[in-house]
Protein backbone atom coordinates (compact mmCIF):
# COMPACT_ATOMS: atom_id res chain seq x y z
CA UNK A 1 0.00 0.00 0.00
CA UNK A 2 1.14 3.45 -0.73
CA UNK A 3 2.38 5.75 2.02
CA UNK A 4 0.14 8.94 1.25
CA UNK A 5 0.32 11.19 4.46
CA UNK A 6 2.71 10.85 7.64
CA UNK A 7 1.73 11.92 10.91
CA UNK A 8 4.05 13.92 12.57
CA UNK A 9 4.93 13.63 16.36
CA UNK A 10 3.75 17.19 17.05
CA UNK A 11 0.02 16.24 15.14
CA UNK A 12 1.09 18.45 11.57
CA UNK A 13 0.48 16.25 8.46
CA UNK A 14 2.76 15.71 5.47
CA UNK A 15 1.52 14.89 2.30
CA UNK A 16 4.25 12.77 0.34
CA UNK A 17 3.50 12.63 -3.23
CA UNK A 18 6.33 11.75 -6.43
CA UNK A 19 4.72 13.75 -9.54
CA UNK A 20 6.72 12.70 -12.14
CA UNK A 21 6.82 13.26 -16.67
CA UNK A 22 5.34 10.54 -17.68
CA UNK A 23 3.33 9.61 -20.67
CA UNK A 24 0.48 7.22 -20.77
CA UNK A 25 -0.65 4.94 -24.24
CA UNK A 26 -2.58 2.63 -25.76
CA UNK A 27 -4.11 1.48 -28.88
CA UNK A 28 -6.81 1.08 -31.11
CA UNK A 29 -6.58 -0.32 -34.10
CA UNK A 30 -9.63 -0.74 -37.21
CA UNK A 31 -9.86 -1.56 -40.52
CA UNK A 32 -10.64 0.77 -43.85
CA UNK A 33 -14.38 1.18 -44.50
CA UNK A 34 -15.78 1.00 -40.74
CA UNK A 35 -17.41 3.58 -39.00
CA UNK A 36 -14.74 4.40 -36.36
CA UNK A 37 -16.04 4.42 -32.43
CA UNK A 38 -13.64 3.08 -30.10
CA UNK A 39 -12.26 3.83 -26.71
CA UNK A 40 -9.05 3.70 -25.86
CA UNK A 41 -7.74 3.22 -22.11
CA UNK A 42 -10.40 1.40 -21.77
CA UNK A 43 -7.94 -2.05 -21.02
CA UNK A 44 -5.04 -3.83 -19.46
CA UNK A 45 -2.02 -5.46 -20.54
CA UNK A 46 -3.26 -9.01 -21.95
CA UNK A 47 -6.67 -8.25 -22.69
CA UNK A 48 -7.96 -7.75 -25.90
CA UNK A 49 -7.25 -4.28 -27.90
CA UNK A 50 -10.07 -2.11 -29.37
CA UNK A 51 -10.71 -3.28 -32.60
CA UNK A 52 -13.14 -2.16 -35.34
CA UNK A 53 -13.82 -3.91 -38.51
CA UNK A 54 -11.83 -7.07 -39.90
CA UNK A 55 -7.78 -6.42 -39.16
CA UNK A 56 -4.81 -8.60 -40.26
CA UNK A 57 -4.28 -11.61 -37.79
CA UNK A 58 -8.17 -10.47 -36.38
CA UNK A 59 -8.03 -8.87 -32.86
CA UNK A 60 -5.15 -9.41 -30.59
CA UNK A 61 -4.25 -9.08 -27.28
CA UNK A 62 -2.10 -6.02 -25.39
CA UNK A 63 1.54 -6.42 -25.18
CA UNK A 64 3.53 -3.84 -23.04
CA UNK A 65 4.03 -2.27 -26.19
CA UNK A 66 0.12 -1.65 -26.73
CA UNK A 67 -0.05 0.52 -23.09
CA UNK A 68 0.74 1.07 -19.98
CA UNK A 69 -2.50 1.37 -18.64
CA UNK A 70 -2.68 -0.29 -15.38
CA UNK A 71 -6.34 -0.43 -15.04
CA UNK A 72 -9.54 -0.43 -17.06
CA UNK A 73 -10.99 2.70 -18.14
CA UNK A 74 -9.74 4.27 -14.95
CA UNK A 75 -6.64 6.09 -12.97
CA UNK A 76 -5.41 3.81 -10.61
CA UNK A 77 -6.35 4.18 -7.09
CA UNK A 78 -2.86 5.46 -5.93
CA UNK A 79 -2.33 7.66 -9.12
CA UNK A 80 -3.42 10.93 -10.69
CA UNK A 81 -2.56 12.58 -13.82
CA UNK A 82 -1.82 16.29 -15.33
CA UNK A 83 -2.56 16.10 -18.93
CA UNK A 84 -1.09 18.74 -20.90
CA UNK A 85 -1.58 17.37 -24.59
CA UNK A 86 -2.51 14.77 -26.76
CA UNK A 87 -0.52 13.19 -29.51
CA UNK A 88 -0.45 10.25 -31.43
CA UNK A 89 1.77 7.79 -33.68
CA UNK A 90 0.28 5.91 -36.12
CA UNK A 91 1.13 2.75 -38.48
CA UNK A 92 -0.62 0.74 -41.19
CA UNK A 93 -1.43 -2.78 -40.78
CA UNK A 94 -1.95 -2.96 -44.45
CA UNK A 95 -0.30 -1.86 -47.63
CA UNK A 96 -1.56 0.96 -49.76
CA UNK A 97 -1.90 -0.21 -53.57
CA UNK A 98 -3.83 1.14 -56.46
CA UNK A 99 -4.29 -0.66 -59.81
CA UNK A 100 -3.92 -4.48 -61.03
CA UNK A 101 -1.81 -7.02 -62.68
CA UNK A 102 0.61 -5.16 -61.51
CA UNK A 103 -0.83 -3.86 -58.82
CA UNK A 104 1.70 0.06 -57.74
CA UNK A 105 2.55 0.11 -54.19
CA UNK A 106 2.14 3.61 -52.47
CA UNK A 107 2.45 2.64 -49.11
CA UNK A 108 3.82 -0.70 -47.53
CA UNK A 109 2.99 -1.23 -43.93
CA UNK A 110 3.71 -0.10 -41.57
CA UNK A 111 3.64 3.49 -43.78
CA UNK A 112 0.53 5.09 -43.66
CA UNK A 113 -0.04 6.66 -47.07
CA UNK A 114 -0.04 10.75 -46.32
CA UNK A 115 -3.49 10.52 -47.96
CA UNK A 116 -4.85 7.95 -45.56
CA UNK A 117 -3.85 10.45 -42.44
CA UNK A 118 -5.57 13.38 -44.26
CA UNK A 119 -8.32 11.24 -44.29
CA UNK A 120 -8.24 10.43 -40.49
CA UNK A 121 -7.89 13.97 -39.96
CA UNK A 122 -11.29 15.03 -41.64
CA UNK A 123 -13.33 12.48 -40.43
CA UNK A 124 -11.98 11.75 -36.51
CA UNK A 125 -13.17 13.49 -33.54
CA UNK A 126 -11.16 12.70 -30.60
CA UNK A 127 -12.49 13.16 -26.71
CA UNK A 128 -11.11 13.06 -23.52
CA UNK A 129 -14.09 11.99 -21.34
CA UNK A 130 -13.23 12.07 -17.07
CA UNK A 131 -15.79 10.77 -14.96
CA UNK A 132 -18.63 8.12 -14.91
CA UNK A 133 -22.10 9.23 -16.97
CA UNK A 134 -19.74 12.83 -18.01
CA UNK A 135 -21.12 13.88 -20.95
CA UNK A 136 -19.04 16.66 -21.35
CA UNK A 137 -15.66 16.06 -22.52
CA UNK A 138 -12.58 17.74 -20.91
CA UNK A 139 -10.76 18.07 -24.22
CA UNK A 140 -12.33 17.21 -27.79
CA UNK A 141 -10.92 18.20 -31.22
CA UNK A 142 -11.03 16.82 -34.16
CA UNK A 143 -8.17 14.55 -35.05
CA UNK A 144 -6.52 17.45 -37.43
CA UNK A 145 -5.70 19.65 -34.50
CA UNK A 146 -3.88 17.03 -31.84
CA UNK A 147 -0.06 17.09 -33.50
CA UNK A 148 2.04 14.50 -34.06
CA UNK A 149 5.07 14.60 -32.24
CA UNK A 150 6.09 11.04 -31.66
CA UNK A 151 7.17 8.93 -35.07
CA UNK A 152 9.82 9.13 -37.85
CA UNK A 153 10.35 11.38 -40.26
CA UNK A 154 11.49 10.47 -43.85
CA UNK A 155 14.44 11.38 -46.26
CA UNK A 156 13.60 10.10 -49.74
CA UNK A 157 15.35 10.10 -52.96
CA UNK A 158 13.84 11.78 -55.83
CA UNK A 159 13.32 8.61 -57.96
CA UNK A 160 11.20 5.97 -58.20
CA UNK A 161 12.13 3.52 -55.40
CA UNK A 162 11.47 -0.05 -57.29
CA UNK A 163 9.31 -0.45 -60.32
CA UNK A 164 5.86 -0.20 -59.62
CA UNK A 165 6.36 2.17 -56.42
CA UNK A 166 5.25 5.69 -56.07
CA UNK A 167 5.79 6.20 -52.88
CA UNK A 168 4.17 8.52 -49.99
CA UNK A 169 4.28 8.82 -46.06
CA UNK A 170 3.03 10.89 -44.12
CA UNK A 171 3.00 12.66 -40.61
CA UNK A 172 0.67 15.14 -38.39
CA UNK A 173 2.99 17.66 -38.99
CA UNK A 174 6.88 18.19 -38.28
CA UNK A 175 7.97 15.19 -36.41
CA UNK A 176 9.35 17.12 -33.74
CA UNK A 177 8.54 16.89 -29.74
CA UNK A 178 7.01 20.49 -29.83
CA UNK A 179 4.70 19.36 -32.50
CA UNK A 180 1.66 18.70 -29.41
CA UNK A 181 -0.68 21.20 -28.81
CA UNK A 182 -0.44 22.31 -25.29
CA UNK A 183 -3.47 23.37 -23.05
CA UNK A 184 -2.91 25.95 -21.40
CA UNK A 185 -5.09 24.88 -18.48
CA UNK A 186 -4.49 21.00 -17.96
CA UNK A 187 -6.69 18.14 -17.52
CA UNK A 188 -6.55 16.77 -13.91
CA UNK A 189 -7.64 12.95 -13.56
CA UNK A 190 -8.10 12.64 -9.99
CA UNK A 191 -7.24 9.14 -8.76
CA UNK A 192 -9.38 5.96 -9.09
CA UNK A 193 -11.35 8.44 -11.66
CA UNK A 194 -13.13 6.77 -14.57
CA UNK A 195 -11.31 8.33 -17.94
CA UNK A 196 -10.97 7.21 -21.64
CA UNK A 197 -10.62 8.63 -24.66
CA UNK A 198 -13.15 8.34 -27.62
CA UNK A 199 -11.98 8.13 -31.15
CA UNK A 200 -15.39 8.12 -33.00
CA UNK A 201 -15.58 8.92 -36.98
CA UNK A 202 -18.61 11.12 -37.12
CA UNK A 203 -19.17 11.09 -40.67
CA UNK A 204 -20.28 7.06 -40.74
CA UNK A 205 -17.08 5.18 -42.48
CA UNK A 206 -13.92 7.30 -42.98
CA UNK A 207 -14.07 7.81 -47.45
CA UNK A 208 -11.61 6.09 -49.48
CA UNK A 209 -9.85 5.12 -46.66
CA UNK A 210 -7.43 2.30 -48.30
CA UNK A 211 -5.65 0.73 -45.22
CA UNK A 212 -6.29 -0.57 -41.85
CA UNK A 213 -4.70 1.09 -39.03
CA UNK A 214 -2.95 0.85 -35.56
CA UNK A 215 -2.85 4.07 -33.67
CA UNK A 216 -1.30 4.79 -30.19
CA UNK A 217 -2.51 7.59 -28.50
CA UNK A 218 -0.32 9.35 -26.36
CA UNK A 219 -1.54 11.46 -22.80
CA UNK A 220 1.42 13.62 -21.95
CA UNK A 221 1.52 15.25 -18.70
CA UNK A 222 2.72 14.50 -15.28
CA UNK A 223 1.48 11.56 -12.90
CA UNK A 224 1.76 11.02 -9.47
CA UNK A 225 2.90 7.79 -7.98
CA UNK A 226 2.83 5.99 -5.24
CA UNK A 227 5.44 6.60 -2.87
CA UNK A 228 6.42 2.88 -1.53
CA UNK B 1 -32.56 23.57 -14.71
CA UNK B 2 -29.89 21.89 -13.26
CA UNK B 3 -26.85 24.29 -13.67
CA UNK B 4 -24.70 26.19 -11.18
CA UNK B 5 -25.22 29.52 -11.98
CA UNK B 6 -23.94 31.23 -8.98
CA UNK B 7 -22.96 29.99 -5.26
CA UNK B 8 -23.52 32.17 -2.26
CA UNK B 9 -20.94 31.74 0.85
CA UNK B 10 -22.09 32.13 3.94
CA UNK B 11 -20.56 35.68 4.65
CA UNK B 12 -22.54 36.79 1.75
CA UNK B 13 -20.79 37.05 -1.18
CA UNK B 14 -21.29 34.90 -4.32
CA UNK B 15 -19.33 32.92 -6.31
CA UNK B 16 -19.80 32.42 -10.10
CA UNK B 17 -18.57 29.24 -10.87
CA UNK B 18 -16.96 28.51 -14.35
CA UNK B 19 -14.90 25.63 -16.56
CA UNK B 20 -12.52 27.25 -18.46
CA UNK B 21 -11.31 24.85 -20.88
CA UNK B 22 -8.58 25.22 -23.48
CA UNK B 23 -8.34 21.61 -24.59
CA UNK B 24 -11.81 22.48 -26.90
CA UNK B 25 -11.51 24.56 -29.64
CA UNK B 26 -14.67 26.36 -31.00
CA UNK B 27 -15.21 25.20 -34.76
CA UNK B 28 -17.11 25.42 -37.75
CA UNK B 29 -17.35 24.54 -41.47
CA UNK B 30 -18.40 26.07 -44.57
CA UNK B 31 -17.64 24.75 -48.65
CA UNK B 32 -17.02 26.54 -51.32
CA UNK B 33 -17.83 25.08 -55.20
CA UNK B 34 -17.52 26.42 -58.14
CA UNK B 35 -18.90 29.80 -59.53
CA UNK B 36 -20.18 32.73 -57.92
CA UNK B 37 -21.15 33.16 -54.25
CA UNK B 38 -21.23 36.33 -52.18
CA UNK B 39 -20.65 34.83 -48.68
CA UNK B 40 -20.71 32.18 -46.32
CA UNK B 41 -20.96 32.48 -42.80
CA UNK B 42 -19.25 30.04 -40.21
CA UNK B 43 -20.63 29.83 -37.21
CA UNK B 44 -24.05 30.33 -38.52
CA UNK B 45 -25.59 27.12 -37.29
CA UNK B 46 -25.41 24.90 -35.09
CA UNK B 47 -24.47 21.11 -34.85
CA UNK B 48 -27.28 19.28 -36.86
CA UNK B 49 -27.89 22.33 -39.05
CA UNK B 50 -27.28 22.29 -42.82
CA UNK B 51 -23.47 23.71 -43.88
CA UNK B 52 -23.57 26.75 -45.47
CA UNK B 53 -22.12 25.85 -49.05
CA UNK B 54 -22.54 21.85 -48.99
CA UNK B 55 -24.00 19.64 -51.36
CA UNK B 56 -28.04 19.18 -50.67
CA UNK B 57 -27.58 20.81 -47.16
CA UNK B 58 -25.21 18.46 -45.36
CA UNK B 59 -26.25 17.99 -42.28
CA UNK B 60 -23.18 18.95 -39.63
CA UNK B 61 -22.17 16.43 -37.23
CA UNK B 62 -19.40 17.18 -34.73
CA UNK B 63 -16.94 16.66 -37.23
CA UNK B 64 -18.29 20.01 -38.39
CA UNK B 65 -18.53 22.02 -36.07
CA UNK B 66 -19.13 21.87 -32.14
CA UNK B 67 -21.22 25.27 -32.00
CA UNK B 68 -24.77 24.45 -30.02
CA UNK B 69 -27.80 25.94 -30.47
CA UNK B 70 -29.32 28.02 -33.20
CA UNK B 71 -26.41 29.55 -34.49
CA UNK B 72 -25.43 33.10 -34.96
CA UNK B 73 -23.80 33.46 -31.17
CA UNK B 74 -22.23 31.84 -28.37
CA UNK B 75 -24.59 29.89 -26.24
CA UNK B 76 -25.46 32.57 -22.95
CA UNK B 77 -23.38 29.88 -20.88
CA UNK B 78 -20.50 29.88 -22.67
CA UNK B 79 -17.32 32.70 -23.00
CA UNK B 80 -14.95 32.34 -25.55
CA UNK B 81 -11.22 34.49 -25.73
CA UNK B 82 -9.98 33.54 -28.85
CA UNK B 83 -6.08 33.76 -29.46
CA UNK B 84 -6.06 32.80 -32.91
CA UNK B 85 -8.51 31.90 -35.53
CA UNK B 86 -7.26 28.65 -38.14
CA UNK B 87 -8.71 27.59 -41.20
CA UNK B 88 -7.78 24.34 -42.67
CA UNK B 89 -9.06 23.25 -46.19
CA UNK B 90 -9.94 19.80 -47.07
CA UNK B 91 -11.08 18.48 -51.09
CA UNK B 92 -14.22 16.76 -51.47
CA UNK B 93 -14.72 15.11 -54.34
CA UNK B 94 -12.08 15.34 -56.73
CA UNK B 95 -11.04 18.09 -59.62
CA UNK B 96 -12.47 18.59 -62.60
CA UNK B 97 -11.22 16.12 -65.52
CA UNK B 98 -12.41 17.44 -68.61
CA UNK B 99 -10.65 20.59 -68.13
CA UNK B 100 -7.59 19.49 -65.98
CA UNK B 101 -4.86 21.79 -64.52
CA UNK B 102 -1.46 21.58 -65.75
CA UNK B 103 -0.23 19.94 -63.00
CA UNK B 104 -2.00 17.18 -61.24
CA UNK B 105 -4.10 17.57 -58.15
CA UNK B 106 -3.35 14.43 -55.31
CA UNK B 107 -6.29 12.15 -53.82
CA UNK B 108 -9.01 13.98 -52.10
CA UNK B 109 -9.39 14.56 -49.35
CA UNK B 110 -5.55 16.86 -50.39
CA UNK B 111 -5.98 19.98 -51.99
CA UNK B 112 -3.54 20.47 -55.11
CA UNK B 113 -1.48 23.68 -54.75
CA UNK B 114 -2.78 25.30 -57.63
CA UNK B 115 -6.42 25.34 -55.73
CA UNK B 116 -4.63 26.23 -52.84
CA UNK B 117 -3.10 29.36 -53.88
CA UNK B 118 -6.62 30.60 -55.58
CA UNK B 119 -8.27 30.55 -52.42
CA UNK B 120 -5.48 31.89 -50.71
CA UNK B 121 -5.87 35.19 -53.25
CA UNK B 122 -9.42 35.48 -53.35
CA UNK B 123 -10.97 34.52 -49.83
CA UNK B 124 -11.58 36.88 -47.38
CA UNK B 125 -12.08 36.10 -43.91
CA UNK B 126 -14.34 38.55 -42.08
CA UNK B 127 -14.86 37.90 -38.33
CA UNK B 128 -17.81 39.58 -36.66
CA UNK B 129 -18.57 40.21 -33.41
CA UNK B 130 -21.79 41.50 -31.25
CA UNK B 131 -22.77 42.11 -35.34
CA UNK B 132 -21.64 45.75 -35.04
CA UNK B 133 -17.81 45.58 -35.47
CA UNK B 134 -15.48 44.06 -37.59
CA UNK B 135 -12.54 42.38 -35.74
CA UNK B 136 -10.26 40.83 -38.92
CA UNK B 137 -10.68 41.59 -43.02
CA UNK B 138 -7.66 39.91 -44.19
CA UNK B 139 -6.84 37.22 -47.09
CA UNK B 140 -7.57 33.56 -45.82
CA UNK B 141 -3.60 32.74 -45.62
CA UNK B 142 -3.50 35.00 -42.78
CA UNK B 143 -4.89 32.31 -40.85
CA UNK B 144 -2.81 29.17 -41.02
CA UNK B 145 -4.15 26.15 -40.35
CA UNK B 146 -0.99 24.72 -37.76
CA UNK B 147 -3.12 21.27 -38.93
CA UNK B 148 -2.56 19.14 -42.05
CA UNK B 149 0.15 16.23 -42.87
CA UNK B 150 3.32 16.47 -43.35
CA UNK B 151 4.60 14.08 -46.86
CA UNK B 152 7.82 12.56 -47.86
CA UNK B 153 7.52 11.63 -51.32
CA UNK B 154 9.21 9.92 -53.95
CA UNK B 155 7.64 9.40 -57.07
CA UNK B 156 3.98 9.38 -55.61
CA UNK B 157 0.74 9.29 -57.87
CA UNK B 158 -2.70 10.58 -58.19
CA UNK B 159 -4.43 6.97 -57.54
CA UNK B 160 -7.47 7.87 -59.76
CA UNK B 161 -4.88 8.91 -62.85
CA UNK B 162 -1.73 7.47 -61.93
CA UNK B 163 -0.13 11.17 -62.34
CA UNK B 164 2.31 13.25 -60.38
CA UNK B 165 0.72 16.15 -58.15
CA UNK B 166 1.45 18.89 -55.92
CA UNK B 167 -0.33 19.44 -53.00
CA UNK B 168 -0.73 22.39 -51.13
CA UNK B 169 -1.89 23.85 -47.35
CA UNK B 170 -3.31 26.78 -45.99
CA UNK B 171 0.05 27.21 -43.87
CA UNK B 172 2.82 24.82 -42.24
CA UNK B 173 1.85 21.87 -40.94
CA UNK B 174 2.75 21.68 -37.71
CA UNK B 175 1.04 23.23 -34.13
CA UNK B 176 3.10 26.37 -33.85
CA UNK B 177 2.17 27.12 -37.48
CA UNK B 178 -0.84 28.69 -36.31
CA UNK B 179 -0.62 32.68 -35.78
CA UNK B 180 -1.39 33.81 -32.39
CA UNK B 181 -3.17 37.19 -32.18
CA UNK B 182 -1.16 39.68 -29.83
CA UNK B 183 -5.05 40.74 -28.56
CA UNK B 184 -7.54 37.97 -27.84
CA UNK B 185 -10.77 38.50 -29.20
CA UNK B 186 -13.35 38.33 -26.14
CA UNK B 187 -16.91 37.07 -26.75
CA UNK B 188 -19.66 37.17 -24.19
CA UNK B 189 -21.56 34.77 -23.41
CA UNK B 190 -24.62 35.40 -25.90
CA UNK B 191 -23.33 37.59 -27.65
CA UNK B 192 -23.34 37.34 -31.85
CA UNK B 193 -20.24 35.37 -33.16
CA UNK B 194 -19.85 34.72 -36.87
CA UNK B 195 -17.42 34.53 -39.55
CA UNK B 196 -17.84 35.41 -43.15
CA UNK B 197 -15.51 33.36 -45.48
CA UNK B 198 -16.30 35.89 -48.73
CA UNK B 199 -14.54 35.90 -52.20
CA UNK B 200 -13.35 39.20 -53.28
CA UNK B 201 -13.95 38.82 -56.98
CA UNK B 202 -17.48 37.25 -56.61
CA UNK B 203 -16.03 34.24 -56.66
CA UNK B 204 -12.65 31.94 -56.56
CA UNK B 205 -11.24 32.16 -60.22
CA UNK B 206 -10.28 29.32 -61.94
CA UNK B 207 -11.09 27.17 -59.18
CA UNK B 208 -10.76 23.49 -60.56
CA UNK B 209 -13.52 21.69 -59.22
CA UNK B 210 -15.68 18.96 -60.81
CA UNK B 211 -19.48 19.53 -60.16
CA UNK B 212 -20.92 18.64 -56.92
CA UNK B 213 -17.26 18.52 -55.41
CA UNK B 214 -16.11 21.16 -52.90
CA UNK B 215 -13.51 22.89 -50.86
CA UNK B 216 -14.30 22.71 -47.02
CA UNK B 217 -12.75 25.19 -44.87
CA UNK B 218 -12.76 24.13 -40.88
CA UNK B 219 -12.45 27.78 -39.01
CA UNK B 220 -11.21 27.11 -35.67
CA UNK B 221 -11.30 29.88 -32.36
CA UNK B 222 -8.28 28.29 -30.24
CA UNK B 223 -7.89 30.39 -26.92
CA UNK B 224 -9.88 29.85 -23.65
CA UNK B 225 -13.89 29.25 -23.19
CA UNK B 226 -16.13 28.69 -20.60
CA UNK B 227 -18.45 25.93 -20.76
CA UNK B 228 -21.04 25.47 -18.37
CA UNK B 229 -21.21 23.81 -15.06
CA UNK B 230 -23.46 21.14 -14.58
Given at each position: MAIKQIRLPDGSEVVIDEWLHYQQFSTIEFAAATAVNLRAFTYVQGQQIPTQG????GPRTATESDTNQVAKTRMNHDEAYLCYALTYEHFALTNAEVGEDPATLL???PVLLSQNLRRLQRDLVISLVVGA??????ARFPFSRIGQSIGSPAFTS???????TAFSYGT???????NQRRFQLPVYIASDRVFYLEIRSFPGAIADLSQAVRMRFFLDGLKRRPVA | MAQLWKIRLPNGKTLTPGDWTSAEDLYSTVEIGTGSFPVLTAFSYGRGASIPGSVAQRQSTLADTNLEGEGNRIPENEELIAYSLAIEVFMIGTENVQFPDAISPADAPDVSLLNMLRLQRDILVITRIA????YTRQP????????GVTQYNSA???????DPYVVGNN???????SRQMASPLYVAGGEGLAVDVKPGPGQVNN???????RMRLRLFFEGYRRRPVA
Open positions: VVPGAPANIKKPQTQALAVNGGAMTAS | AVKELGVFAAGTAINAVSGGGTSVCDLNLEVGS
